[in-house]
Each structure stands twice: as structure tokens, then as C-alpha cells.
């Protein structure tokens, strides 16, 4: 089978390699999502940036001092975001890691359990504020 990226809650339908088709399926959508919730305005957070399709949060963690979220406020997962969305997501997170981080900033996204990908909603982190040390420790 050739599989593409997907998203929640959208109908899929499969076709074997023979080009025959097998059946359909529906990716369920996630039950909660913090991130939509934000969007939606039911949750609190401190937007730095938003337009009718992107928008940038600051992360609840502070690990560091410039600790930023950017996204689509459409839900997709972390690889509909840099397959399809990451040309308009990329520039602006990287505009505001110039106003915010002049020293320098990273741009990074965590892809599963192994990469500490806590949310389902894609997002790319934009880091900065300090030194940020080597890439892992």
C-alpha cells in the first residue's frame, strides 16, 4: 500500500498497489487538544503573534528565556506541518527568533516518543535568550 500523510478526523480511502480499492477508514480526531483549545480562545495563553492561519504561544515551560510555540491553528501533525505548512510557519517563527533572540535562536520540531513529542498538534519550538549549549547532552 502507498500510505500519504493524513490527518485527523479526514476519511481515507485505501488502495492496494494494484490500484484496486479496499476499503475506507477514518483517522479518529484526538479527544482533546490543548493547542486547538487555544485557538479556539478556550484556553488561556500569551499569543506573541497570530494572523488567520498561524499562531505563535509562549510554552508554558521556560527552560530557557525565549521559549516559543509556532503553528498552524488548523490541527495538523508534525509532518503535515513541515510537508505542507512550514513555508509559511518557518518564516515567521524565524522572524521572531530575530526581534526576540539577536544573539542567536534555534527553530526545532520533536517527532515521537524518543524526540519528547508531547503534543499531537505540529508545532515548531523557537528557542533563544541565551546560550543554548550543544545540540544533546
Not at 479518529?28 to 487555544?38: A, G, K, Q, R, S
Not at 501533525?77 to 509559511?88: P, V
Not at 517527532?111 to 543554548?132: K, N, P, R, V, W
Amino acid at each position: 500500500m502507498n500510505w500519504g500523510i493524513v490527518s485527523p478526523g479526514r476519511v481515507v480511502v485505501v488502495v492496494c498497489s494494484a490500484g484496486r480499492r479496499t476499503g475506507k477508514i477514518r483517522i479518529p480526531m484526538p479527544t482533546y487538544c490543548v493547542f486547538c483549545n487555544i485557538v479556539a480562545g478556550k484556553e488561556p495563553a500569551n499569543i506573541i503573534y497570530e494572523d488567520d492561519e498561524i499562531i505563535v504561544i509562549q510554552n508554558i515551560l521556560r527552560w530557557v528565556p525565549v521559549m516559543l510555540l509556532a503553528m498552524t491553528k488548523q490541527h495538523t501533525t508534525q509532518a503535515e506541518l513541515w510537508a505542507y505548512h512550514m513555508g509559511k510557519v518557518g518564516p515567521i517563527a524565524a522572524e521572531i527568533g530575530r526581534q526576540l533572540c539577536p544573539g542567536g535562536f534555534r527553530l526545532l520540531s520533536n517527532f515521537g516518543y524518543d524526540a519528547m513529542q508531547s503534543q499531537e498538534h505540529g508545532h515548531l519550538h523557537i528557542l533563544g535568550g541565551t546560550f543554548l549549549g550543544h545540540y544533546v547532552g
